[in-house]
């Protein structure tokens, strides 16, 4: 018999690699373009995008295979959903799980949303945001990204 | 940047005891405390990617008169910019020929960048709209010679939104003692939401007017800004606007015997003329002051 979506198996498991689980609803995309993971990427990746959640709701998932993500890729990955879990998958099983967390200080993923800020130049330089009681902050420019803003649109 | 290498960059990254420092060592100098050979043998590089008359020339003059000397980068189109280089290559480049540069450039955050690549000390002479710490700095200097910053009014007037001079004057204020900050401003002109959050943030008083005579009697300090005309949505809004705000001697009449009027110039019309004799027109001896402070800055940074 066919699985369906309501079965809640969609998703193939895979051998080796990384499972995101619990990315809010859809920012697995953004997830993604925060992992480094674009057009012509060779890499084998399983999105699934508004799936229901074993918590209630919606959520989406991303799964990748033979990639082991580091703690501050991991981190990253908070920006847009805080409330992800990373489970690291070995032979099928998994091997480490973990949540993520917001770091203090995110190099290289954010887009300065000033135009005028020497970071959105074709400077050699990368992005620094650090995290603000209300957002993020340029640390260039001191443009702020507030908690009310969607910050997967300056991923 | 080597460890030891000291930037001013913004007055937000600075203590108020380093401020203090500077503005103490900037009236030793305005005394004549000096000997003019306190940075002999130095060079100073002046890059300077936008115009600028008294930014650049009381740098200058604040390097002769401690003995060093200045290196011009002259005009950006007579420059290896307009071939494409990139301001990180410059300032590295220029790191090699002098002890210290003063950087002003169209891109907000271009002098935090010059500071993470130059091998000399960098002063932020003014980036876009972001931050200029040696305008605040003599700000601050002139408030300190009428009266002590601690326990006063300060009022703001102008353009309060886009105006980089009166953003960072608000945060070097928060750093003294019960500050209380009026603002005047025209609709859609006032501190954006997040300057005003961020000052909440470190515990200034803010309190917002929409007339100058209400907040006149109260201000020990009237600090007044130029209104660009393309900020307004039509000509005649400005004009209403420039009329009801002109700072004029009948109008001072209202301020408390003391207020000292400041303006960061070029002023046009938000001054009269006729003020510039009264005892609390304070902005000449504020555009002279940028020569004492930027003593202090370079004297810091590069001995």
Same mark, same amino acid.
């Given at each position: 018999?066919?699985?369906? !979506?309501?079965?809640?198996?969609?998703?193939?498991?895979? +051998?080796?690699?990384?499972?995101?689980?619990?990315?809010?609803?859809?920012?697995?995309?953004?997830?993604?373009?925060?992992?480094? !993971?674009?057009?012509?990427?060779?890499?084998?990746?399983?999105?699934?995008?508004?799936?229901?959640?074993?918590?209630?709701?919606?959520?989406?998932?991303?799964?990748?295979?033979?990639?082991?993500?580091?703690?501050?890729?991991?981190? +990253?990955?908070?920006?847009?959903?805080?409330?992800?879990?990373?489970?690291?998958?070995?032979?099928?099983?998994?091997?480490? +799980?973990?949540?993520?967390?917001?770091?203090?200080?995110?190099?290289?993923?954010?887009?300065?949303?000033?135009?005028?800020?020497?970071?959105?130049?074709?400077?050699?330089?990368?992005?620094?945001?650090?995290?603000?009681?209300?957002?993020?902050?340029?640390?260039?420019?001191?443009?702020? !990204?507030?908690?009310?803003?969607?910050?997967?649109?300056?991923? | 940047?080597?460890?030891?290498?000291?930037?001013?960059?913004?007055?937000?990254?600075?203590?108020?005891?380093?401020?203090?420092?500077?503005?103490?060592?900037?009236?030793?100098?305005?005394?004549?405390?000096?000997?003019?050979?306190?940075?002999?043998?130095?060079?100073?590089?002046?890059?300077?990617?936008?115009?600028?008359?008294?930014?650049?020339?009381?740098?200058?003059?604040?390097?002769?008169?401690?003995?060093?000397?200045?290196?011009?980068?002259? /005009?950006?189109?007579?420059? /290896?910019?307009?071939?494409?280089?990139?301001? /990180?290559?410059?300032?590295? *480049?220029?790191?090699?020929?002098?002890? =210290?540069?003063?950087?002003?450039?169209?891109?907000?955050?271009? =002098?935090?960048? =010059?500071?993470?690549? $130059?091998?000399?000390?960098?002063?932020?002479?003014?980036?876009? $709209?972001?931050?200029?710490?040696?305008?605040?700095?003599?700000?601050?200097?002139?408030?300190?010679?009428?009266?002590? &910053? %601690?326990?006063?009014?300060?009022?703001?007037?102008?353009?309060?939104?886009?105006?980089?001079?009166?953003?960072?004057?608000?945060?070097?204020?928060?750093? #003294?003692?019960?500050?209380?900050?009026?603002?005047?401003? @025209?609709?859609?002109?006032?501190?954006?939401?997040? &300057?005003?959050?961020?000052?909440?943030? *470190?515990?200034?008083?803010? &309190?917002?007017?929409?007339?100058?005579?209400?907040?006149? @009697?109260?201000?020990?300090?009237?600090?007044?800004?130029?209104?660009?005309? %393309?900020?307004?949505?039509?000509?005649?809004?400005? $004009?209403? #606007?420039?009329?009801? #705000?002109?700072?004029?001697? %009948?109008?001072?009449?209202?301020?408390?015997?003391?207020?000292?009027?400041?303006?960061?110039?070029?002023?046009?019309?938000?001054?009269?003329? $006729?003020?510039?004799?009264?005892?609390?027109?304070?902005?000449?001896?504020?555009?002279?002051?940028?020569?004492? &402070?930027?003593?202090?800055?370079?004297?810091?940074?590069?001995?």
């Amino acid at each position: 018999m066919v699985k369906t !979506i309501s079965d809640g198996i969609v998703i193939s498991p895979i +051998k080796n690699g990384t499972v995101i689980d619990h990315i809010t609803p859809g920012e697995g995309l953004t997830v993604l373009r925060i992992l480094g !993971i674009r057009d012509g990427t060779n890499v084998t990746v399983i999105v699934a995008s508004n799936v229901p959640s074993s918590r209630g709701g919606r959520k989406d998932m991303v799964k990748i295979e033979n990639r082991e993500l580091l703690k501050d890729e991991v981190d +990253k990955i908070a920006l847009v959903a805080p409330d992800a879990t990373i489970s690291i998958i070995r032979n099928f099983k998994v091997s480490v +799980k973990k949540t993520v967390e917001v770091p203090k200080q995110i190099t290289g993923v954010i887009k300065c949303p000033n135009p005028n800020c020497i970071t959105n130049t074709k400077e050699p330089v990368q992005s620094k945001f650090v995290v603000h009681p209300r957002g993020f902050r340029c640390q260039y420019c001191d443009s702020l !990204i507030s908690s009310e803003m969607d910050i997967g649109d300056y991923i | 940047m080597t460890h030891e290498q000291k930037n001013i960059l913004s007055v937000r990254d600075m203590e108020r005891e380093e401020i203090d420092k500077l503005l103490s060592s900037a009236a030793a100098f305005d005394r004549g405390n000096y000997t003019g050979r306190e940075l002999e043998g130095k060079i100073l590089a002046v890059l300077f990617f936008e115009p600028s008359t008294r930014t650049r020339m009381s740098f200058s003059a604040a390097m002769m008169r401690l003995g060093g000397k200045i290196l011009n980068l002259g /005009s950006v189109e007579a420059t /290896s910019i307009t071939k494409g280089e990139t301001l /990180s290559d410059t300032i590295r *480049v220029i790191s090699g020929y002098c002890d =210290a540069i003063v950087l002003r450039h169209p891109k907000e955050g271009a =002098a935090r960048l =010059a500071g993470e690549v $130059a091998s000399v000390p960098v002063i932020n002479g003014g980036d876009g $709209a972001g931050q200029h710490p040696s305008q605040t700095l003599l700000d601050l200097f002139t408030i300190r010679e009428s009266m002590p &910053i %601690e326990n006063i009014d300060v009022g703001l007037q102008g353009d309060l939104r886009y105006g980089r001079t009166v953003h960072s004057l608000a945060f070097a204020l928060s750093k #003294y003692n019960n500050i209380r900050l009026h603002t005047i401003a @025209p609709d859609g002109l006032n501190f954006p939401k997040f &300057i005003k959050e961020d000052l909440q943030d *470190v515990g200034v008083e803010l &309190i917002v007017h929409d007339h100058i005579e209400d907040a006149l @009697p109260e201000l020990d300090v009237l600090y007044v800004t130029r209104l660009q005309r %393309e900020r307004f949505p039509d000509p005649v809004a400005f $004009a209403n #606007y420039a009329s009801t #705000y002109r700072i004029t001697p %009948e109008l001072l009449e209202l301020a408390k015997p003391g207020m000292i009027v400041l303006h960061p110039l070029p002023r046009v019309d938000e001054i009269d003329p $006729a003020v510039d004799d009264l005892p609390c027109a304070k902005y000449f001896e504020q555009a002279h002051n940028g020569v004492p &402070i930027r003593m202090a800055m370079l004297n810091e940074v590069i001995n």
